[in-house]
């Protein structure tokens, strides 16, 4: 998949947003907001950071999966206060410029996975069951936030390890898990270690092909 197009991300702070929500929410939370001034000078710093990696780090994915982004735009929202999402992809301003690169690349695996040139849950295949197909890969039914983070560990630990030359990464994020008292995410990357980062990827490369086909033959 040498020749994929890479989408371009668009990194933006939303003065809506802020202006809106975010205030709203600081009458009620009386958090230390910061300034939408401030919050535009951090999305700068973040806009050029990730500009240094865009190019190795989405090509990466798209050869690690076999997969091809659907959208040629990514729109990646900055707010004070969020929890970054995938969908529709919120950044926040906890993060470091650096650490800020991987936390984005974290939410683009799961856009990756779940809006491609073969399945787009957001679009005619918006009622597959994408979460099922990983349920018999890996099991988890009953950890659903553990259950999608296995194809994303999976391919972050390739990343860091195959492409990045930065093993460290790995602890870094399990390290930051621990912080937030994210269990389901530790147990996720439990599974990544003791399965095999590559035998998860050539499942989901297997799974994939499969229902590739299953759309065809329904269309």
């Known amino acids: 998949m040498s020749k994929v197009k890479i989408p371009e991300v668009r990194i933006n702070f939303s003065w809506l947003f802020y202006n809106d929500i975010c205030l709203q929410l600081d009458k009620v939370q009386k958090w230390d907001l910061p300034s939408g001034d401030k919050c535009e000078e951090w999305t700068e710093a973040y806009r050029k950071e990730w500009s240094k990696h865009q ?29 970054p ?33 073969i399945i787009s849950i957001y679009g005619d295949n918006r009622d597959f069951k994408l979460g099922d197909e990983w349920s018999k890969l890996f099991g988890f039914d009953d950890d659903f936030n553990c259950l999608v983070h296995i194809p994303v560990h999976a391919i972050h630990k390739k990343l860091f390890v195959d492409v990045l030359n930065d093993p460290q990464g790995v602890e870094r994020d399990i390290e930051q898990m621990k912080k937030f008292g994210a269990d389901s995410y530790l147990k996720s990357w439990d599974y990544v270690e003791k399965e095999g980062y590559e035998v998860i990827i050539e499942k989901l490369r297997i799974s994939y092909a499969d229902i590739a086909k299953t759309l065809e033959n329904k269309s």
């Open 55 to 83: 190019t190795k780090i989405l090509t990466a994915l798209q050869d690690i999966t076999g997969l091809e982004f659907y959208r040629s735009v990514i729109d990646v929202t900055t707010a004070p206060g969020v929890i």
């Open 85 to 117: 999402k995938s969908y529709p992809l919120f950044m926040s301003f906890r993060n470091r410029p650096a650490e800020f690169v991987e936390t984005l690349t974290h939410e683009l695996i799961h856009v990756l996975l779940t809006d491609n040139k």
